[in-house]
Nanobody, 120 residues
Framework: QVQLVESGGGLVQAGGSLRLSCAASGRIFSSYAMGWFRQAPGKEREFVAAISWSGGNTYYADSVKGRFTASRDNAKNSVFLQMDSLKAEDTAVYFC?????????????WGQGTQVTVSS
């Protein structure tokens, strides 16, 4: 069973940067496309970014396009999210997971997430 552990969150001023990491333990996840998601207080979890299994293709929500960059290191069973030009509305708990195509489900159990707080 793969376990996901997100890290790298923190408190940052608007305009600043953070780099999130997601490490997977257990079975190798290099064959899975991975996604980043976030959940703000009182809101539903939303899609932020996705990266193909090879890292060759990335996809972003319009709200973060041009500011966030997803990457991965399959040798280290890890995916990353570089977040630049952060805004107050980016404040949320960030999660990673592997979405199952054409469904609303995911391959792995959710981790604890990592809190990102952007002060304006």
């Amino acid at each position: 069973q793969v376990q996901l552990v997100e890290s790298g969150g923190g408190l940052v001023q608007a305009g600043g940067s953070l780099r999130l990491s997601c490490a997977a333990s257990g079975r190798i996840f290099s064959s899975y496309a991975m996604g980043w998601f976030r959940q703000a207080p009182g809101k539903e979890r939303e899609f932020v970014a996705a990266i193909s299994w090879s890292g060759g293709n990335t996809y972003y929500a319009d709200s973060v396009k041009g500011r966030f960059t997803a990457s991965r290191d399959n040798a280290k069973n890890s995916v990353f999210l570089q977040m630049d030009s952060l805004k107050a509305e980016d404040t949320a708990v960030y999660f990673c997971n592997a979405p199952i195509s054409n469904s609303g489900d995911y391959y792995f159990n959710w981790g604890q997430g990592t809190q990102v707080t952007v002060s304006s």
